[in-house]
């Protein structure tokens, strides 16, 4: 069944909301509903079932039928700090982080970064990024839309964590005695409440960021002996967390 975010709302049995724009588009156009058929909708992190009441020249009127108390949500904060890889490889990253339960997404510019977000296109960069992570979200029925923003360095990603966030950082050195990532997470089960995930771009990583993410208490380990590529390794090492930590 289809799945839509409207406005932060806390709704009622029987409350009406108006759904416009690109949902509207996507309900009437792509999908071809027509009134008296049902739909999902996310308000305040609360799904409903709803009944397309009317649908009028640019608009669709949706009744609330019954909440769903289902919750498709991570039991903690999963925060992806990607370094910005070339080309369309961050839609694919941002798409596959909010399938597997990613909560929010910081982008940053690493220094071995290729690519770059000129300061004058960011929010539109932003706009585009976070309509992807709405429409996944919807796409895996989730009840939260991840956030996603932009940082200029590791350093200001890193800053933005709350201070009892575990740091995840795949590392590519295959001459170091890391830690798998397992072994780490058995260290730190018992003191979660979230976790970062840091990962460089195609290039990897620079001593400077190694350092600077040992300065922030994170957490260097291995994921095997095979290198993945960026838009792989977060996903990868967000999946085995929420695994090893609630199965």
Known sequence: MQRYFVKDTWLCAGQKITIVG???HHIVRVMRMK???TI???ANGQVWY???SAIGKDTVEVCALERIDKNAEPPIEITLLQGLPKGEKIDRIIRQACEVGVTHLVIFSALRSVGSVPWDKREQRLTRWRKM???SAEQAQRS??????HADSLEDALSSLAQDTVILVPYEAQDQDLDTLKQVVNKVRNDVRSVAIVIGPEGGFDQHEIALVTKYNGHLLT??????????????TAAIVLHDLFG
């Open 50 to 52: 709803a009944q397309i």
């Open 144 to 149: 939260k839309i991840p956030e996603v923003s």
């Open 223 to 236: 994921l095997g002996p095979r290198i993945m590529r960026t838009e792989t390794a977060g996903i990868v």
């Open 40 to 42: 999902q909708i996310v």
């Open 22 to 24: 690109e949902d509207f």
């Open 133 to 135: 992570a709405k429409e």
């Open 35 to 37: 009134p008296t058929q």
